[in-house]
């Protein structure tokens, strides 16, 4: 946000909330929880509708339950948290706003129920400097003031900010068993050409498996000294720091190494044949049956990938962290503009997002039930509260550690947060209304041409320069010469 005095203030006026308790503390006092039973004690009981993109947990009304008594207590509140299947979640949360249905808070992102375009068409309350002092004091204090720019649509935030691992790290998964058997140096994987003859080892040694999974490395970071800006994530829309202009054939000049060798993988057979089409991976990569494929890399990635997979992988990084703005925008919770409560609605996120005992209830379920502690540590119950994107909401730097979780995690991913470069672009969110005819051709240009580039599926020396030729076509030229416009007020905005 422009003006940083208001969150300086809202910040110092609840410092002395601690972020992060002990695990088992109940992380409900009245400074970390955002109200009392007392401001509670008045007026109807109001329900909040909160739209998540999940399937539903088992044990949903039993944890509920748990979680509506505390919030009744504490604000007078209850939560329906309606949990909506990933593959419905884009069509009914659109259904949801253009039919004016009863909802309050939304999860929404870069990459689902698409932000920056549903704030832009009205759907979100814009979360105003007065609005956030008053009601979301745990927030205020707890997110890096330098990254609420990169949640604004035309210099307005119209999201709280969910809090997590905020910077993208490229990185590289093995499995365990293959490492230690091939004797395989992971921290010496520092080329492209290093990569290569790893994954040609792991071939040659595992004929009867796949080398690695193939697909997106996010070329724009990885394996790079300076990671490359791109404008909406677009590769045919890069930032050439040099002349702070866009290109369009910058990153496609400088990811030549990326394409060649996802050409060659997919040729000798180190992919699957569907790569590109996969609906297994999950189980393929649980059963072994591929070695090695691309991990966002971040404190405790090993242990997320044994409590993802139920075996062991070594992961490392291949590339620094940045914090862009898709980052910021990864995970945030939205209010809608019709609701009838939607200070209300900003006081139980903000609740939830400060109170431990309260967030742990919505991460892993009921104690005894759906979780056992074991030396302080979380070891779930396979039949309890298997909500698996605890992340979409709230603060998950609550959460307890799980018997696999390394110690002193959540202080190190924080320090990642705060340690993290900032994109040379964080916070520029371009306006699509001149363009959006044109832009939205091109996009679907490179959505054709996109897996054939990452996967290999033809030589990238012949690809390329047909899809630029469509890309001209479809307004490229129009659609750059826009945005240039747009960045270049952009970058006089923050000299």
Known sequence: MKNKQWLAAAMAGVMGATLLTGCGGSGSSSAASGATSEDASQGETIEITWMVRSDEPNNYDSVMAAVNEKLKEDLNMTLNMRFIAPGDYDTKMQMAMAGGDEWDLCFTSHWANNYVNAAGKGAYLELTEEMLQENAPNLMATIPEQFWDGIEVNNKVYALMNYQVMYDQPGFMILKDAVEEQNIDINSIDSWEKLDATLGQLAEAYPDKYATRGGDLTAAKFLRDEPISTIMSLPFLAYDPETKKISNTLYFDECQDYFRYAKEWKDKGYTPADA???????????????????????????????????????????GKGVVDTNS?????????????????AIQLYDYIFGNQEVSNMLFFGLEGQDYELVNGRVKRNPDGWNFTSPWMIGNQFQAYLMESDEEGIWEKTMQGNEEAELDALFGFVPDRTPIETELATCEA?????????????????????????????AGLDTVTAELQSQLDEFLASKA
Request: hydrophobic share 30%.
């Open 445 to 473: 240009v490179w959505t054709e041409y996109k897996d054939i580039l990452n996967y290999g599926l033809d030589d990238y020396n012949t690809v390329i320069p047909q899809m630029m030729e469509k890309l001209k076509a």
């Open 276 to 318: 590109a089409t996969m609906q297994d991976e999950l189980t393929m990569l649980s059963q072994g049956q591929i070695l090695s494929r691309y991990s966002r890399y971040k404190p405790g990635n090993d242990s997320s990938l044994k409590n993802t997979y139920g075996n062991d992988w070594l992961s490392f990084p291949m």
């Open 328 to 344: 910021a925008q990864s995970t945030l919770t939205a209010v809608n503009v019709n609701s009838e409560h939607p200070e209300e």
